[in-house]
């Protein structure tokens, strides 16, 4: 997603070798509600201001520079337990988007 700066993102993610866009089939009814929550809560938001809420302090993000340096891998559990943490504090269902 590099390159496009402050500039909306207005093209397909594609497979590098091939330049196919990738396009994962979202298998239900609650894969395409989850997917919309998420585009009308976020898609309106500066890519700017996302980042900056991704890398506050707390965040798996700032978590990670702080222990491991810059460029390492976030760990798939201290992402999860902080967005259940997040899911919690907002009282939404952990299981709203469930099979």
């Not at 395409?32 to 506050?56: C, K, N």
């Given at each position: 997603?590099?390159?496009?700066?402050?500039?909306?993102?207005?093209?397909?993610?594609?497979?590098?070798?091939?330049?196919?866009?990738?396009?994962?089939?979202?298998?239900?009814?609650?894969e395409?509600?989850?997917?919309?929550?998420?585009?009308?809560?976020?898609?309106?938001?500066?890519?700017?201001?996302?980042?900056?809420?991704?890398?506050?302090?707390?965040?798996?993000?700032?978590?990670?520079?702080r222990?491991?340096?810059q460029?390492?891998?976030?760990?798939?559990?201290?992402?999860?337990?902080?967005?259940?943490?997040?899911?919690?504090?907002?009282?939404?269902?952990?299981?709203?988007?469930?099979?």
């Amino acid at each position: 997603m590099s390159g496009y700066t402050s500039e909306p993102v207005n093209k397909f993610v594609t497979e590098r070798s091939t330049g196919i866009p990738y396009a994962a089939p979202l298998r239900d009814e609650r894969e395409r509600r989850f997917v919309r929550d998420i585009t009308d809560a976020y898609g309106p938001v500066h890519a700017f201001r996302l980042s900056q809420r991704t890398h506050e302090p707390g965040t798996p993000w700032d978590k990670t520079i702080r222990k491991k340096g810059q460029y390492a891998e976030i760990d798939e559990k201290l992402m999860r337990d902080h967005f259940a943490e997040l899911r919690e504090i907002r009282g939404i269902d952990r299981n709203q988007y469930r099979h």
